[in-house]
């Protein structure tokens, strides 16, 4: 009974880390990069690059990252009493997590520190980091969207 409810309370730390980074993720589309793209792009990162260090999105996703990665291992591990097909939603789960890692890895070292951070770019050039920064932004919401989705198969209804 206590591996029982210890996979169960894993299940749901990973479950709400999952979505708390993918809303951020959500938030950061739909909020950060149109606002950075309409009208002129310099003057909005100037604005943006003000606040950043005294508000920086990090110190959200890393903390949960940590989280949401040692939960899904702790599933994965011998002492989970999670059968073999649910080990396997839990992987599935943990694949896409850590491909949107490696994703948000590369928006934050080749497109964060020479648009935002460093400010080495301006113009058409940080225009077009921010357009990729969207595109790969909806990978960074669909695929732990569909892991979520895998971890929810875990949630029964016990009669």
Do not use: C
């Amino acid at each position: 009974m206590n591996n029982l409810r210890k996979d169960t309370n894993l299940v749901i730390i990973a479950f709400l880390t999952v979505s708390a980074l993918t809303f951020g993720e959500l938030l950061e589309q739909i909020v950060f990069v149109p606002n950075w793209l309409i009208g002129n792009v310099d003057e909005n990162l100037e604005h943006f690059r003000k606040f950043k260090h005294t508000t920086d999105p990090g110190m959200f996703y890393f903390p949960l990252t940590i989280v949401a990665i040692i939960s899904h291992a702790m599933l994965l591990g011998k002492k989970s009493i999670l059968t073999v097909e649910q080990k396997k939603n839990v992987k599935h789960s943990l694949f896409l997590f850590l491909a949107v890692f490696l994703v948000t890895i590369y928006v934050i070292v080749f497109i964060n520190v020479p648009v935002i951070d460093m400010g080495t770019l301006s113009g058409e050039a940080q225009e077009s980091k921010i357009v990729i920064w969207a595109i790969l932004n909806m990978f960074r919401i669909i695929l732990p969207a569909i892991g979520l989705y895998k971890l929810s198969k875990l949630f029964t209804i016990k009669q």
